[in-house]
């Protein structure tokens, strides 16, 4: 069969399952004849049936797979046309297109670019009015964000065309669940931040999708059957705090049985009643916190006795299980650690210090020397880059 657009998704660690969440709603929104596969699945045959390759570039660390991946599928079938996209293709964008046998590179938000592109290069309609786009003959203006609606109607759902990674999909393995883009925090390492979204997806404001949509796709998770565990990232209770949403968003969510494993991490400390409240909705819980305030984005420690009340009060749960995250690098996190580990059953302790990566404050893509520099920084890194997590 002839495949209008397959998806590879590059892969170098263990964690590699994961595919960025937008990308299953991108190809689902194509209504083409679609496949996705991890590189590792990659054929002959496969790419000699193949018209369109699209493949995520999203942190720096498959900046070396990509190349790869770019040049042996060129090898097999010149013909192809690859599209790249992800929040390292667009700070990068420039310098990629340049070096890489890279077709176009969607930048920032996707939804409306990559449809239009592909199409339009399967029915050979022009491309030079389709923002977010860049070529080795066009860089068109990059005036696309996604909009409400179009996050709202995301099918993130739809993966028979993905069938590795539905098989992947498993308890401590799960499906992520659209619910914002953005942060209220500015975390310089973490593409999410708010400055580095303004950069990269030129958002101004939070885009956080309507309960009632991410209530729909919960439930079609637990009729799937295949899909037992789930993640949603954004903490709404924070987000309540800082009134971007009020109590009723919160209750659509938490206010009903879910046969579903739970992965949620709170971006703050939780109260009791709202750790209550998240427990008693699924099946099973995974839940994190940090040792820091603000997931992370300061290095203020959270105050040590709320946080062992959280970890007594989820002993006592038969259905949760906690997650401490930190930077391990850290002498008095480390102690923490080991001490929380020790004392605590069903207590896990992670470092999270790897995840802090030096992003766009270093590559801004307007600074084509310092994207360079930065370019050559992250290539060389991807390298050798292995994930690991844990105390030694
Ligand atoms: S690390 Fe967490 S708090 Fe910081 S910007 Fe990213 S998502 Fe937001």
């Given at each position: 069969m002839q495949i209008d657009t397959l998806y590879v998704h590059p892969t170098v660690t263990k964690d590699d399952y994961i595919i960025p969440m937008g990308v299953i709603g991108l190809m689902n929104s194509l209504n083409l004849n679609i496949k996705g596969i991890y590189d590792y699945e990659l054929s002959k045959e496969l790419l000699l049936s193949t018209k369109i390759v699209a493949m995520d570039l999203h942190g720096y660390f498959h900046l070396k797979k990509i190349e790869e991946l770019a040049s042996k599928i060129k090898s097999i079938n010149k013909k192809i046309k690859i599209i790249i996209g992800g929040y390292t293709a667009t700070i990068l964008s420039s310098v990629i297109i340049g070096i890489f046998d890279i077709d176009y590179i969607v930048v920032g938000d996707s939804e409306r670019p990559f449809k239009e592109l592909v199409h339009n290069l399967l029915f050979n309609r022009p491309i030079d009015k389709i923002p977010n786009i860049i070529s080795r003959r066009i860089k068109t203006q990059h005036s696309y964000s996604t909009t409400k609606d179009e996050f709202n109607s995301i099918d993130s759902l739809s993966l028979d065309w993905f069938p590795s990674y539905k098989n992947s999909i498993k308890i401590n393995n799960p499906h992520f669940i659209p619910t914002l883009r953005g942060c209220l925090y500015d975390c310089a390492w973490c593409y999410g931040g708010k400055n580095n979204q303004l950069e990269i997806c030129r958002r101004k404001q939070l885009l956080i999708r309507d309960p009632e949509f991410i209530v729909n796709d919960i439930l079609k998770c637990e009729e799937d059957g295949k899909i037992q565990e789930i993640f949603i990232m954004g903490d709404f209770f924070d987000l309540q705090r800082f009134n971007k949403i009020d109590f009723s968003y919160i209750k659509k969510i938490f206010s009903r049985k879910y046969n579903l494993h739970f992965y949620y991490?709170?971006?703050?400390?939780?109260?009791?009643?709202?750790?209550?409240?998240?427990?008693?909705?699924?099946?099973?819980?995974?839940?994190?916190?940090?040792?820091?305030?603000?997931?992370?984005?300061?290095?203020?420690?959270?105050?040590?006795?709320?946080?062992?009340?959280?970890?007594?009060?989820?002993?006592?749960?038969?259905?949760?299980?906690?997650?401490?995250?930190?930077?391990?690098?850290?002498?008095?996190?480390?102690?923490?650690?080991?001490?929380?580990?020790?004392?605590?059953?069903?207590?896990?302790?992670?470092?999270?210090?790897?995840?802090?990566?030096?992003?766009?404050q270093y590559c801004s893509v307007k600074n084509k020397k310092d994207n360079q520099n930065q370019f050559k920084v992250f290539y060389n890194m991807s390298k050798v880059w292995k994930l690991e997590y844990g105390l030694d």
């Open positions: 991490e709170f971006y703050n400390l939780p109260s009791i009643k709202e750790l209550r409240m998240v427990i008693s909705c699924f099946k099973k819980c995974t839940l994190g916190i940090s040792f820091f305030k603000n997931h992370g984005q300061s290095f203020h420690l959270n105050d040590m006795e709320k946080i062992k009340k959280i970890v007594e009060f989820v002993q006592k749960m038969e259905n949760a299980k906690l997650i401490i995250l930190g930077d391990m690098r850290m002498q008095p996190i480390k102690d923490y650690g080991k001490f929380f580990i020790n004392r605590y059953r069903n207590v896990e302790v992670k470092n999270d210090c790897l995840w802090r990566m030096p992003v766009p």
